[in-house]
């Protein structure tokens, strides 16, 4: 007889991931591409590629080139959970915003710039958003990819439960 078993993540493993993920976002808004490289297993499946070479090109890309982040501000950071074939994944969403609030016709003040996850990018402001879904191994993010479905908060799975 197979016994289907679940393993539970200890109080240490839950704060050390916690700590992962607060470094993670602090160093993809920062666009610190050779201290976030460090963050990731060598082992590691990273946009459904077995390869850490393809990350190192990927994150070099977003964060350093002209056609990435290089002139954009982080404007917010959004958190939530996957919904799609890998449900309750850790999610992370960035907006980056092209404006200048001093001279631009963007410092209109009725315009909120804090979306909630999910939400539709603005065009007036440039916005820029990225999404990336995470999992946790021996202290490195062991696990990264583009979520299909996501929520912000998993109540209604807890009352439906």
Not at 146 to 160: G, I, M, V
Request: hydrophobic share 35%; glycine share 4%.
């Amino acid at each position: 007889m197979h016994q289907a078993t679940i393993k539970r993540l200890t109080r240490e493993e839950v704060e050390k991931n916690s700590q992962l993920l607060i470094e993670f976002v602090a160093l993809f808004t920062a666009k610190n591409h050779q201290e976030l490289i460090k963050l990731f297993h060598p082992k590691g499946r990273f946009f459904n590629i077995p390869a850490r070479a393809t990350l190192d090109g990927y994150f070099f890309e977003v964060l350093k080139t002209r056609y990435g982040l290089l002139e954009h501000f982080c404007m917010h950071v959004n958190y939530g959970f996957s919904m799609d074939h890998k449900p309750g994944e850790h999610v992370v969403e960035f907006r980056f915003m092209d404006f200048d609030p001093f001279t631009h016709p963007e410092a209109d003040p009725t315009k909120n710039l804090l979306k909630e996850l999910g939400e539709p990018g603005d065009d007036d402001l440039k916005e820029l958003i990225y999404r990336y879904a995470l999992t946790f191994k021996d202290g490195k993010i062991y696990t990264l990819r583009h979520p299909k479905r996501f929520t912000a908060d998993l109540e209604y799975f807890n009352l439906s439960n």
